[in-house]
């Protein structure tokens, strides 16, 4: 079964991610109504409605999957008396011809311009950063750039599905840097097979950017690759399917312990999905604190007493958690436990599981787009409830913390991210709720002032340690 049909199966809400674009003429106005009761008949969600000049409508349809595309392109060509005069997948729509471009910064109008904008001219600015390598960093445009840099071998859920289909993901990525922080980022997507490559390729481009994000990188690989690169590079390196994910949850997890009235140090956490996000997520919350953090991979609860030899990712949760050595699977993980953070796939958990839970239990359910579990099925004494989805509340996205994280790390040109930075990033993210409540526990992507908060909270502090150039 294919990705797209497995999430037609299982996602209940229409989503723009599914929305089809439509233009269509009806004979008359009683059948362009006939045509839009049969479409929400459908379960379609009608996001916009235009009239044409020529008469026809324009409608964005946004659907649950493909399976509902289908049905409302048959509910429109069943329908009396209206005619369909194109029907296209939006998102397929958005990306044509790629979602970002090069726009220059300068004018060259004429001879003079070009002559200062390129050679003669261009020459002298290259000599004074020959003589004095700081000067690239005020006379190009390396002071606010970021590789994202991508192997595609865990690309949003989909596996290793290569660089070239990784690419729409990275330039995802680049346009929300620019967005949201100002950053001009360049998707990287390298048909690199090793860990020695990848890490060759990023020395390599470093020259060029003053930070790079690695992206959709496989465990344990990705591991590797960062503490590398973090060592041997003197620009900052931040995984973000990592460090990204942590911040953002670390800082739900707070104001979800205030909204429940539970300290941090008294609580058990269960993480359901040991790869790159489950382990950082894992290794901040102790870092703050949090009183225990259990570890479920696709065999069970990471114990002292497993058979397989575990990768030092895994073998992390048990060396520093799991302290009552539980043993079994989902289920013996989760009871009595204060938190779950779902890290895994879709409908891996069981709601009946959750009831097992501590009282005022928290679930992040971070599996996207379909969740771990759905919230419509929570018991009563799960009180906060997230996802990775924007159709709910409380929706942990990494868009929260990568812009202004490297907004911050770009504007006092740091050498490195050091956890110091990614706990200030959390807890200026968590500060932007001032009163939490179970509806509320972040902010939304598209509240002022995040990214700003957060690059202050991460420039402050990498100052603070020292960690930034003259």
């Known amino acids: 079964m294919s990705n797209d049909e497995t999430t037609t199966k299982r996602m209940t809400k229409p989503s723009a991610g599914f929305a089809l674009n439509i233009d269509v003429a009806a004979a008359d106005v009683a059948d362009f109504s006939g045509m839009v009761r049969a479409v929400v008949a459908c379960g379609a969600d009608i996001r916009t409605m235009d009239a044409l000049g020529d008469g026809s409508r324009r409608l964005v349809v946004a659907c649950s999957g493909v399976e509902q595309q289908h049905a409302v392109r048959a509910a429109i060509a069943t329908s009396p008396g209206v005619r369909a005069l194109s029907i296209s997948d939006a998102t ?15 004018s060259v109008r004429n001879a003079d311009e070009l002559a200062m904008a390129y050679t003669p001219g261009v020459g002298r600015v290259c000599m004074a950063i020959a003589d004095d390598p700081a000067v690239v960093w005020t006379h190009t445009g390396r002071s606010n750039a970021v590789a994202v840099l991508s192997d595609g071998t865990a690309v949003l859920g989909l596996g290793n599905i290569g660089p070239e289909a990784a690419m729409p993901v990275m330039e995802g ?21 090793t860990v020695d490559e990848i890490v060759a390729v990023a020395k390599a481009l470093a020259p060029t950017f003053g930070g790079i994000n690695l992206e959709d990188i496989a465990a344990p690989a990705c591991f590797e690759i960062e503490e590398r690169l973090q060592r041997e590079l003197d620009i900052p390196v931040f995984h973000d399917d990592q460090h990204g994910t942590a911040i953002v949850v670390l800082a739900a997890m707070q104001n979800a312990a205030k909204v429940v009235g539970k300290q941090l140090s008294d609580m058990t956490v269960a993480v359901v999905g040991t790869g790159a996000a489950g382990v950082a997520c894992a290794k901040l919350l102790h870092l703050v604190g949090v009183g225990d953090v259990i570890g479920v991979d696709r065999i069970g609860i990471l114990h002292d007493g497993r058979d397989d030899v575990l990768p030092a990712s895994k073998q992390w949760f048990v060396d520093n958690g799991n302290r009552s050595g539980r043993t079994g699977g989902v289920a013996e993980a989760l009871k009595g436990v204060d938190a779950l953070l779902g890290l895994s796939g879709p409908g891996v958990i069981e709601a009946e599981w959750l009831v097992n839970m501590a009282d005022d239990a928290i679930v992040f359910a971070m599996a996207n787009p379909v969740p771990e579990v759905m919230p419509e099925l929570m018991p009563d004494n799960v009180a906060v409830v997230a996802t990775g989805r924007s159709d709910y509340p409380n929706q942990i996205n990494n868009v929260l913390a990568f812009p202004g994280v490297f907004r911050g790390l770009l504007d006092v040109r740091a050498t490195k991210c050091t956890d110091e930075m ?7 993210l968590a500060a932007m709720v001032q009163d939490p409540t179970a509806e509320r526990v972040l902010p939304g992507a598209f509240d002022d002032g995040v990214a700003s908060a957060v690059a202050s909270a991460v420039a402050a502090t990498a100052t603070a340690q020292g960690c930034v150039r003259d």
Not at 176 to 193: E, T
């Open 173 to 193: 990525k680049a346009v929300l840097f620019k967005q949201f922080g100002g950053v001009d980022a360049y998707p990287i997507c390298v048909s690199a097979s």
């Open 92 to 106: 397929f729509d958005l990306h044509l011809g790629g979602k970002i471009n090069v726009a220059s910064r300068v």
């Open 422 to 428: 990614k706990l200030a990033a959390a807890a200026a």
